[in-house]
């Protein structure tokens, strides 16, 4: 079936960064954009930036410009966000979701937990 | 960026009771690029409604949305006990996606 697979949990120190994982499967991977939208605990979504598989093209979110770069393997249709010097305000929940022009995030990714703590 | 609101943060319900769920847009959202989304404790997000009035693939029909421009509403008719959870409205209308803070519809 159509799934989105991130990788597990993790803990880091301030000034450290993250590199997550979404493993597409189910679907032709350069058919959906793949976006990235964080949910810290207790607090709404904020979308991050997104990554066209097919090109490998990218757009942030401007607050992130700089400290976020997301990158794929079509070899394994994953893809890959990367978070560099990171602060106790990144600690959130970050998931992967897809989307075609025009549409909504019709599948999510189950989630990748990340604690900034010193 | 457009803000969209969610004014109620809790709604107590009972099962069988209608629910009815609003959200606000800052600025006209156009062809009702406006989404719902269900969220369990620890699940991702769960798309209800998107077009403003369309149902997702799978969805019960006694969810539905309406609106347009700037006022939005997710109606479940009847809740089931499946159905106590935290909606979220989303706009994809501009590339700087936007979500409501959600509306938790909890048992009464």
């Known amino acids: 079936q159509v799934q989105l697979v991130q990788s597990g949990a993790e803990v880091k120190r301030p000034g450290a960064s993250v590199k997550v994982s979404c493993k597409a499967s189910g679907y032709t991977f350069s058919s959906y954009y793949i976006h990235w939208v964080r949910q810290a605990p207790g607090q709404g979504f904020e979308w991050m930036g997104t990554i066209n598989p097919s090109s490998g093209g990218t757009s942030y979110a401007q607050r992130f410009q700089g400290r976020v770069t997301m990158t794929r393997d079509t070899s394994t249709s994953t893809v890959y966000m990367e978070v560099i010097s990171l602060r106790s305000e990144d600690t959130a929940l970050y998931y992967c979701?897809?989307?075609?022009?025009?549409?909504?995030?019709?599948?999510w990714g189950q989630g990748t937990m990340v604690t900034v703590s010193s | 960026e457009i803000v969209l609101t969610q004014s109620a943060g809790t709604l107590s319900l009972s099962p069988g009771e209608r629910a009815t769920l609003s959200c606000r847009a800052s600025?006209?959202?156009?062809?009702?690029?406006l989404a719902w989304y269900q969220q369990k404790p620890g699940q991702a997000p769960r798309l209800l409604i998107y077009?403003?009035?369309s149902r997702a693939t799978g969805i019960p029909d006694r969810f539905s949305g309406s609106g347009s421009g700037t006022d939005f509403t997710l109606t479940i008719s009847r809740l089931e006990p499946e159905d106590f959870a935290v909606y979220y409205c989303h706009q994809y209308y501009t590339s700087s996606f936007t979500f409501g803070g959600g509306t938790k519809v909890e048992i009464k």
């Open positions: 077009g403003a009035s």
């Open positions: 600025q006209s959202i156009s062809d009702s690029y």
């Open positions: 979701a897809r989307r075609r022009p025009a549409d909504p995030f019709d599948i």
